[in-house]
């Protein structure tokens, strides 16, 4: 007799399309409560194009280039890249419905920021000017990464904001705890590179010394 087997209905059993790493990124982090309830069952996944050299932070000024705030100026509040996504502070805005009246209520509208793509909807501001302008990356005579105006030729500096995480304001006030990788362990080089293989950089270090010699072939 023939069994075949199927996955059982009940909800400990619908993520599993999940694991093979299919998600839809949204506003929500991965590690909030909301974005794991977006994500309950399997969509189809959202393709977007990778971009290289970032160049949108936190606290960076932006200009609006659709919508009813064309034009306006304003800051970056939200950085998602994996959807190239920005959010500008109380710009490109629209009201979202909180509440259901099955739930027995009413409900009320609040308003929400929506999200921006950096390809086409939203340019950099030159802050000797204050007009758009397309940057690069480019290396000062220190050495230092930076990003250069196009138009005007000057560099537009990384705003503060754009290096807050969750742990620190700023990494130069950041503290090493007991669990923490020491800064000096990361840094330190242990590779070396050689000419060797796997192979024999094995014999060295175990001192093992090869007497035999290969016998020719021949391929015609």
């Known amino acids: 007799m023939k069994v075949e087997f199927q996955t059982p209905n009940r909800r400990e059993y619908q993520n599993k399309k999940l694991e093979q790493g299919v998600y839809r990124f949204t506003a929500n982090r991965p590690w909030t409560d909301e974005w794991k309830r977006q994500n309950d069952k399997a969509r189809r996944p959202v393709v977007v194009e990778p971009i290289r050299d970032w160049n949108f932070f936190r606290g960076d000024r932006v200009e609006v280039l659709v919508g009813r705030d064309r034009g306006k100026h304003g800051i970056v509040s939200q950085v998602i890249q994996e959807r190239n996504w920005i959010f500008v502070a109380g710009l490109n805005t629209h009201l979202r419905r909180v509440g259901s009246r099955q739930e027995g209520s ?43 105006s196009l ?5 537009i500096p990384l705003p503060p904001s754009g290096f807050e995480t969750w742990d620190y304001k700023t990494p130069e006030t950041y503290l090493e705890g007991d669990k923490d990788t020491k800064a000096d362990v990361v840094k330190a080089v242990n590779f070396r590179p050689t000419l060797k293989t796997f192979e024999m950089e094995i014999m060295e270090s175990m001192g093992i010394i090869e007497h035999r010699v290969p016998k020719k072939s021949y391929w015609y």
């Open 106 to 148: 009413a409900g009320f509208y609040v308003k929400s920021e929506a999200p921006l793509l950096v390809t086409n909807q939203v340019a950099l501001v030159d802050p000797s000017d204050n007009k758009t302008t397309k940057v690069e990356w480019r290396f000062t005579e220190d050495g230092e990464r930076v990003r250069v």
């Open 151 to 155: 138009r005007t030729g000057r560099i």
